[in-house]
């Protein structure tokens, strides 16, 4: 079945540095993929979609200059979160569709732990 | 807009034993239907979905869902669960052909004991 791989699975990092996470679809061409926050005991919060070769689609109250999204290819697509702090420590999940037809659906990868000190 | 309602935080069950979740939906316009599963720090893994067609869908795992379009709800069933089905379980809604989108609901912790 359709494979998404997000690395690193878990990160810790000092406040004020820049951290890249990746998403890959490994098994197919992933025209959208979406990125989602997670907070504990909470449901997923969509902070943005990205589209193959566009721009990113970002969701109220996200800042796209926080959360840069970069969508170069049809397997990878990057979400970093620049000038990271505290409040910025969260699960991250990625998840990618296979094709423009919404009846696909979303297939996630395992998530990013992220921990600002 | 749509807005999905996971009434249950916490549905606690015996091993072997049957559970429903229950998910209730609020849209305007025709849905798609979906129940994810995630397990301690993964991401989620699709059970099932709804799109059109027959109401009664079966997923993986054992698990089955009835769409009611009247009672605008989506509950999860299975007859019988196993100590392996504790985990979270989230029921999300996108508008049909509108992209994809997902709303998702806050989630049941699913708590199988012995």
């Known amino acids: 079945g359709a494979v998404v791989s997000q690395h690193p699975s878990r990160v810790i990092c000092k ?19 979406f990125w989602y926050r997670q907070f504990p005991k909470k449901s997923l919060m969509l902070m943005a979609t990205s589209n193959e ?16 999204i970069n969508h170069a290819s049809l397997t990878l ?9 505290p409040e910025d420590s969260s699960f991250y999940i990625c998840s ?9 659906p979303q297939h996630f990868g395992d998530g990013t732990r992220l921990s600002i000190l | ?11 606690p069950v015996f091993e072997e034993a049957p559970v429903e979740l229950r998910c209730n939906y609020s849209s305007s316009v025709s849905v798609y239907l979906f129940w994810y599963v995630q397990y ?28 009611n379009k009247s009672q605008t709800s989506f509950h999860l069933r299975k007859p019988s669960v196993h100590i392996s ?3 979270e379980y989230f029921c999300a809604v996108s508008v049909a052909g509108g992209g994809n989108k997902l709303t998702f609901g806050t989630g049941t912790q699913l708590k199988v004991e012995l």
Do not use: W
């Open chain 1, 15 to 33: 406040s004020g540095t820049s951290v890249k996470i990746e998403c890959r679809s490994l098994d197919f061409q992933a025209t959208t993929m």
């Open chain 1, 53 to 68: 070769g566009s721009k990113a689609t970002y969701e109220q109250g996200v800042e796209k200059d926080k959360f840069l």
């Open chain 1, 77 to 85: 697509s990057t979400l970093t979160v620049t000038s990271a702090h």
């Open chain 1, 96 to 104: 990618a569709r296979a094709r423009i037809d919404s009846n696909q």
């Open chain 2, 1 to 11: 807009a749509q807005s999905v309602t996971q009434l249950d935080s916490q549905v």
């Open chain 2, 40 to 67: 301690p720090n993964q991401g989620l893994q699709l059970l099932l979905k709804y799109l059109s067609g027959s109401t009664l869908v079966k997923g993986i795992n054992g698990f089955e869902a009835e769409f």
């Open chain 2, 85 to 87: 089905d504790t985990a």
